[in-house]
């Protein structure tokens, strides 16, 4: 098994900038709410996948998805870890996205849908993961063989969240 995390995992985000990019010019609900989904299956389905594929790709842990029972199996997993092994970053991430899931979750359930939960987890939340990420450097080079790929994709992320950023602005 490689070592890799999924490059085209990122596609997912992609459609998420462009879904979010569309909805300024959207005014019928129904196909708002069909988008809201679409946004928070993408967003779902990277942040299960990518952390799914970080702890058993790069430290041979298998986790069943992003829960408090996962959280209790890595803490596990890394209490035998030197400190200069744990990629430290990324679990206070992993932390954090018990709570964004659960967000996200509930506010396209809701009538009308609460898209600021939404738009929070991917301008906000997505960034912090990335960092996370880039902090844990001197950990995850040797583990995780495309690292740098990954990087690479994740600052194309980060672009286009800092786009729909400035549209939002204006």
Avoid at 10 to 30: T, W, Y
Avoid at 100 to 111: G, H, N, Q
Avoid at 128 to 139: G, I, M, T, W
């Amino acid at each position: 098994m490689a070592n890799e995390i999924e490059i085209s995992l990122f596609n997912l985000l992609d459609e998420v900038s462009q879904i979010l990019k569309a909805n300024k010019n959207v005014e019928d609900a129904g196909e708002l709410v069909l988008n809201f989904h679409k946004i928070e299956n993408n967003i779902e389905t990277f942040l299960e996948n990518f952390f799914l594929q970080f702890f058993s790709n790069g430290f041979e842990l298998e986790i069943e998805g992003i829960t408090e029972e996962a959280l209790s199996q890595i803490e596990s997993h890394f209490s035998d870890f030197r400190k200069t092994e744990i990629p430290k970053n990324v679990i206070d991430s992993f932390k954090d996205a018990i709570d964004i899931l659960i967000d996200i979750e509930t506010a396209v359930y809701l009538d009308p849908p609460r898209d600021e939960d939404l738009y929070e987890a991917y301008r906000t939340f997505l960034p912090k993961l990335f960092e996370s990420y880039k902090k844990d450097e001197a950990v995850l080079r040797d583990r995780i063989e495309n690292y740098g790929a990954i990087k690479v994709r994740m600052e194309g992320i980060l672009t286009m969240i800092g786009e729909l950023k400035q549209q939002t602005m204006l």
